[in-house]
């Protein structure tokens, strides 16, 4: 029997809604102007134009677009939805808190701390313990063996500016900190720190590697915290090589999530590969260099460093060449018995559906025979309320802007599988 269209395991409901959105998205006279209608949204003050406050336009966006890429408002909802995915066949979930902050280039100079006394209580009070309480949350909600994706700026300026700073955590927030990291490791939940701009990614790198010190060395292979590693950057192989370096000599297990990276718009453009084709290159690169735990290009061995630590992967991205590559890989070393790296696939809620839905039928069909690599495919899943989460679909249009191409692929792969559906239904298929 022929295997089943990947998509055919989403529920009818979820293939039109995704038609609709990626049509929208995908158009060039119709994206502008939702666009140019959420920035509108996302920023209104006014209380009418507010989907926290506006319950007719709550409804609207709660069954399209909110629908499409947010997990839900309250715990509740989140729930039903990763619920819904696992019983897809989904292996688990990244869970993400869409409180954030995204700063422009000029912003990050002028940034400030959040400075002494009243000033600072404030800011404690309205940035940085709401922040920890919807991450606690977060965590609260996931399961084990799910993961939860931390971004830092969600803190607010304090951290923004400790971060710009390259300076430790001031005292409110590295409690606020150490209580989410205690609490997903005592809880089975591994931590995905994200990667954010380049103005602050050497704090956030610097910080991730004192937490992956704290706690990735308790359980032998298993790492809690990971790091998230850019490879648009020219810098990348060799920061990660410092930190396989670190990871060895300190008896650590590398949590690894690797991304294209997300800034192209606004980071230093010179810092950036100076084509697609390097960005893909040292991508793929690094990617089989960690699975197979072997130093190779992009990814050169730091002088004197012969082994290869640990490493724990989550492997991010929306190219289907990408991901092929590694499966195939992987499929060889299980079928010569060779040791494994811990990996996981991931990709974000309402994008890239046929990948995820090939990753996860490979998943059920393998899952009989022995000697194949069972990948485990999970989706990165932002929850908040609806204008929390509006700023965050903001920005995701807008990285969307850049890739036309890839939603026109998701749309039109939706468009076949309800024709396949409709032509089963009334028995035309081939
Ligand atoms: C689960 C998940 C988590 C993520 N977390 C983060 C995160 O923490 N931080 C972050 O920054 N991003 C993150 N991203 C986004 C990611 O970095 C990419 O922007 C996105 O996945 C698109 O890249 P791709 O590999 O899927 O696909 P592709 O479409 O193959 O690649 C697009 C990417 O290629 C690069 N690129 C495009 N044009 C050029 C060019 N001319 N020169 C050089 N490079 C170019 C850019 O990075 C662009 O985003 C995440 C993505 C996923 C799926
Ligand atoms: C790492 O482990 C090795 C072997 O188990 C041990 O000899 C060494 O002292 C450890 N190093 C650190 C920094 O813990
Ligand atoms: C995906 O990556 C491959 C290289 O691995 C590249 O050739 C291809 O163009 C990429 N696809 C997209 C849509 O960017």
């Given at each position: 029997m022929p295997k089943p269209p990947p998509l055919s395991i989403l529920p009818l409901s979820s293939v039109l809604r995704s038609l609709m959105v990626t049509s929208i998205s995908s158009s060039p006279f119709l994206f502008p102007i939702s666009l140019a209608i959420t920035a509108k949204l996302a920023h209104s003050t006014n209380p009418v134009l507010?989907?926290?406050?506006?319950?007719?336009?709550?409804?609207?966006?709660?069954?399209?677009?909110?629908?499409?890429?947010?997990a839900g408002e309250n715990p509740k909802e989140v729930r039903q939805t990763i619920d819904g995915l696992k019983n897809l066949g989904f292996k688990g979930v990244i869970l993400g808190y869409a409180r954030e902050v995204v700063?422009?280039?000029?912003?990050?100079?002028?940034?400030?701390?959040?400075?002494?006394?009243?000033?600072?209580?404030?800011?404690i009070r309205k940035e940085i313990i709401p922040w920890a309480k919807g991450s606690l949350e977060t965590v609260k909600l996931a399961s084990p063996g799910d993961f939860v994706a931390l971004k830092f700026t969600g803190a607010g300026s304090q951290a923004l500016y400790d971060l710009k700073q390259q300076a430790p955590s001031s005292p409110a927030l590295k409690e606020a900190i150490d209580s989410i990291c205690d609490l997903a490791s005592a809880r089975g939940i591994r931590l995905l720190f994200d990667a954010e701009q380049q103005a602050i990614q050497a704090g956030i790198d610097s910080w991730t590697l004192d937490y992956m010190r704290k706690y990735n060395g308790k359980t032998p292979g298993k790492a809690v915290v990971y790091g998230t590693y850019q490879?648009?950057?020219?810098?990348?192989?060799?920061?990660?090589?410092?930190h396989l370096a670190v990871a060895r000599k300190e008896n650590l297990t590398l949590g690894v999530k690797l991304v294209r990276g997300a800034y192209l718009g606004s980071d230093?453009?010179?810092?950036?590969?100076?084509?697609?084709?390097?960005?893909?290159?040292?991508?793929?690169?690094?990617?089989?260099?960690?699975?197979?735990r072997a130093y190779g290009p992009p990814l050169q061995a730091e002088k004197g460093e012969t082994t290869?630590?640990?490493?724990?992967?989550?492997?991010?991205?929306?190219?289907?060449?990408?991901?092929?590559?590694?499966?195939?890989?992987?499929?060889?070393?299980?079928?010569?018995g060779e040791e494994q790296t811990d990996l996981v696939y991931a990709q974000l809620q309402g994008m890239a559906d046929e990948i995820s839905?090939?990753?996860?039928?490979?998943?059920?069909?393998?899952?009989?025979?022995?000697?194949?690599?069972?990948?485990?495919?999970?989706?990165?899943?932002?929850?908040?309320t609806?204008?929390?989460?509006?700023?965050?679909?903001?920005?995701?249009?807008?990285?969307?802007?850049?890739?036309?191409?890839?939603?026109?692929?998701?749309?039109?792969?939706?468009?076949?599988?309800?024709?396949?559906?409709?032509?089963?239904?009334?028995?035309?298929?081939?």
């Open positions: 507010n989907p926290d406050s506006n319950p007719i336009l709550r409804f609207v966006l709660k069954h399209t677009f909110y629908r499409q890429f947010c700063m422009e280039e000029s912003a990050a100079d002028e940034l400030k701390s959040c400075g002494k006394d009243e000033l600072a209580e404030a800011c490879a648009y950057l020219k810098a990348t192989p060799s920061i990660l090589a410092s230093p453009r010179h810092l950036i590969h100076d084509t697609k084709a390097d960005t893909d290159n040292a991508y793929n690169g690094i990617a089989a260099a960690l699975a197979k290869f630590p640990p490493v724990n992967v989550v492997l991010a991205g929306h190219n289907h060449t990408s991901v092929r590559k590694i499966q195939d890989l992987r499929t060889t070393q299980a079928q010569r839905c090939e990753l996860v039928q490979a998943g059920k069909i393998d899952s009989a025979k022995s000697n194949v690599d069972i990948p485990k495919a999970y989706k990165y899943l932002v929850w908040g609806s204008g929390e989460c509006l700023k965050y679909l903001l920005r995701r249009a807008n990285e969307n802007k850049e890739a036309a191409q890839r939603t026109m692929e998701g749309r039109d792969a939706m468009a076949r599988e309800l024709v396949r559906r409709v032509k089963a239904r009334f028995g035309l298929s081939s």
